[in-house]
């Protein structure tokens, strides 16, 4: 795992890279806040390819618990990837709601993670 480092103003924004998959469990998702927060990172970034499919499951309740904890510590987090591939109204729903709080949002790409934190 890698951590680029992005700056927009006075935010510090984590983009994590890694070939592999960064949250598997809601332990996992905790863990990478913790990290992230200890290094002084405001906003994380994460590339849907480096989490579990699980997370896109609602019934295994990872995503919320994972979202819940970003949102209690104030953390902002950006996903992004290819969304379209989940068919399932209410994961559509999820991404819907969570994209409207400004605060955990689904994208598509890395530009538009940036600019989105930049308001």
Do not use: W
């Not at 960064?22 to 906003?43: E, R």
């Amino acid at each position: 795992m890698f951590i680029k480092s992005h700056e927009i103003n006075t935010l510090k924004i984590a983009e994590i890279i890694s070939d592999d998959l960064i949250i598997q469990s809601a332990q996992g998702g905790l863990d990478l806040m913790g990290n992230i927060y200890y290094q002084g990172f405001d906003k994380v970034i994460l590339h849907e390819k480096n989490i579990s499919p699980a997370f896109f499951d609602l019934k295994t309740k990872i995503a919320g618990e994972i979202l819940q904890k970003f949102s209690n510590y104030r953390i902002g987090l950006a996903i992004i990837g290819d969304f379209s591939q989940y068919k399932s109204k209410s994961m559509k729903d999820f991404i819907f709601e969570s994209n409207k709080t400004k605060h955990i949002n689904f994208l598509s790409t890395l530009n538009d993670a940036l600019n989105n934190f930049s308001k």
